[in-house]
């Protein structure tokens, strides 16, 4: 598999209309299939007592433990049984309009390509590794599964409101950079944090960053960073929570209301939020 840039402005040569293309599992080679085994071997031994319940038993149940690049066709067959969602290959990142109509629909795109051997702490974009361990174990979870769907299917009406951006954040800060209390703890289930071997550590161990009780308005809110550790991790006491949160909200009004309001800088703590720790932001203040 190539390793150019993969953020693309128009379907390539062999793509359908909606992105997809073929996976060619075959076409994959044993040093990429290594790669994939070298990431998930170092992220196995550290999510434990670190990950979700659900992220966990997702990893389980469909499978992702039996080595290489999993092919997601058989990928797919498990995820369906479960909750209905699919995997489909596209060649990088897609545009806003093709992303939402795909998880409305219960298909979760996935990057057809891997890093390369030098590039395991950090890539830009997201490869296979990222977008199929990193998230698809949570849509195995039947609740998390339909918060997926309900947020592809409010993508469209954000994009109609001029409230793109503040979507975004949702997604960012509970997909990408969740966080969840479980017995008391705090887990991690963001695909950002689980697919990251630093990130793992830093979003639960570190004295740096804030982490917030999750809040829609305020979420949405909020500014956020995407080339390093986050200033910010916001908690949800619930999947459940997160799920009302999403499809019992008038978004319209919410939108209105928040368009009129400045944004929240990142790292910043304003009246009312639930602070579960108050960072130091000293790793962030570090890197200025």
């Known amino acids: 598999m190539s390793n150019e840039t993969h953020v693309l402005d128009r379907p390539p040569e062999g793509a359908a209309a909606d992105w997809t293309i073929p996976q060619n599992w075959d076409a994959f080679t044993a040093e990429e299939h ?29 499978k992702l433990s039996d080595g290489g690049i999993p092919n997601f066709e058989e990928l797919s067959e498990r995820l369906m049984k479960l909750t209905g969602w699919q995997v489909v290959a596209v060649p990088g990142l897609v545009p806003d309009d093709v992303f939402f109509d795909h998880m ?18 950090y890539l830009q974009e997201p490869d296979v590794f990222h977008d199929v361990f990193g998230h698809v174990p949570m849509l195995a ?11 592809g ?35 991690i289930y963001g695909s950002g944090i689980v697919s990251s071997s630093a990130e ?37 006491p619930s999947f459940e929570t997160l799920l009302r949160a999403t499809v019992e909200t008038d978004f319209a009004p919410l939108y209105a209301e928040i368009l009129a309001q400045p944004d929240i800088p990142i790292a910043e703590i304003v009246a009312g939020d639930r602070v579960i720790t108050q960072g130091t932001q000293e790793y962030a203040n570090s890197k200025a």
């Open 141 to 151: 979870d039947p609740v998390f599964a339909d918060y997926m769907e309900a947020y």
């Open 200 to 236: 793992s550590r830093f979003a639960l161990e570190s004295d740096s960053p804030n982490r917030i009780g999750f809040d829609l308005k305020r979420v949405m809110r909020t500014e956020y960073r995407i080339d390093d550790f986050q200033q910010n991790y916001f908690v949800i």
């Open 34 to 62: 290594g790669v994939w085994d070298t990431l998930f071997e170092r992220q196995i031994k550290l999510l434990p007592g670190r990950a979700s319940k659900a992220y966990l038993h997702g990893l389980e149940l469909l």
């Open 104 to 121: 409305a629909n219960r298909r979760f795109v996935a990057g057809n390509f891997i890093r390369r051997p030098d590039q395991l702490d």
């Open 153 to 187: 299917r409010g993508g469209g009406r954000a994009m109609e409101l001029g409230a793109l951006k503040q979507l975004s954040r949702l997604y960012w800060y509970t997909v990408e950079f969740g966080l969840i209390e479980e017995a008391g703890d705090l887990r």
